[in-house]
């Protein structure tokens, strides 16, 4: 089966390329690289195979998404490309609404166009806000509170829509907050500027890149005051896209699936246990709550067991060891 991995040169693309080859896939990758490097599919391909197909371009010309399904043989689909940035989304809400939704259209329409029926497509728990109780379920209410986040949901809806009267069939995984990297430190998180992510945040501290991590509240209702997140290992997350589509194969429908481990932790749990992993403290002072957060967030991942027949494996103190791993061998990134 040949897979297209839209944002396949991406964090969770990388690492998703590279599960769905060892799971035996052929793997195609579209990208436009504006948020990602050329040097993350030099990596993929020295994980999988000089082979691997990549074609870049823009999901918003439909030239060449046309060209490029009557070109590849593809199978199924696993669509990451999008925007991602929850601040910048409020400053430019226009670019993110045609980017996320117009390549989302024009994705769809050429695999009808191709008779391609199965998708897996790249949610977020940002469409819970913050659940009324935790772990939160697929069942919760979901909305928006950024431009960014009405993407997901808006595309959620243009999905399920398109897969009632088609035979499209599509899973909607809704991911929790990934972190870690491939063990072999050789694809991992590489964000533009200074991160706005806990995780890259510190590892830039850990390496020298950045002097301290502020920690945004230590005033919530949580354990030690600060706030909550479901932290996932990005291999583990990558798997769950495999299991995805292995079940979409007998599936109907358009399910919403968490992708999360359904541990909760601090953001000084995720401080402690990176010092672990760096071997020495992470510099840190404590201010102010950062507009916008969310208290308390983690998963409810029995769906995912039951449906999928998928859980993760790798806990805080292993993403930390990855994550640490990447930054150590590639200190300024892919740039390194
Ligand atoms: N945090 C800090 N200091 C930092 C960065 C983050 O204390 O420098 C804290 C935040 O306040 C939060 C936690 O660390 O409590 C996690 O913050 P992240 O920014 O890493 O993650 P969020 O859960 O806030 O946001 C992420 C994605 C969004 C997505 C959202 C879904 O970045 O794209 O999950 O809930 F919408």
Redesign the pocket.
Known sequence: MAVLVTGGAGYIGSHTAVALHDAGYKVVIVDNFVNSSPKAIEAVRALTSPGLAFVEADLLDSGAVRQLFAQHQIDEVIHFAAH???GESADQPLRYYRNNLGSTLGLVEAMAEHGVTKLVFSS???VYGQPATVPVTEAAPTGAE?P??WTKYMSEQILRDAAAVSDLDVVLLRYF?PVGAHESGTIGEDPNGI?????P?VMQVAIGRLEK?????DDYDTPDG??I?DYIHVVDLAEGHVAALAALASMDGCPAVNLGTGVGST?LD?VNAAADAVGSPIPHEIVE??LG??EK?YADAALARDLLGWETRRDLTEMMRDHWNWQRKNPQGFAT
Do not use: M
């Not at 991160?195 to 995780?199: A, E, F, Q, S």
């Not at 991590?213 to 509240?217: H, N």
């Open positions: 991602k940035a929850v977020s728990c940002t950024s960014y986040g907050n991160p706005n992510n806990l995780v945040y991590l502020r920690v945004f509240g600060t706030a997140r953001v995720v709550r950062r957060d969310i967030i």
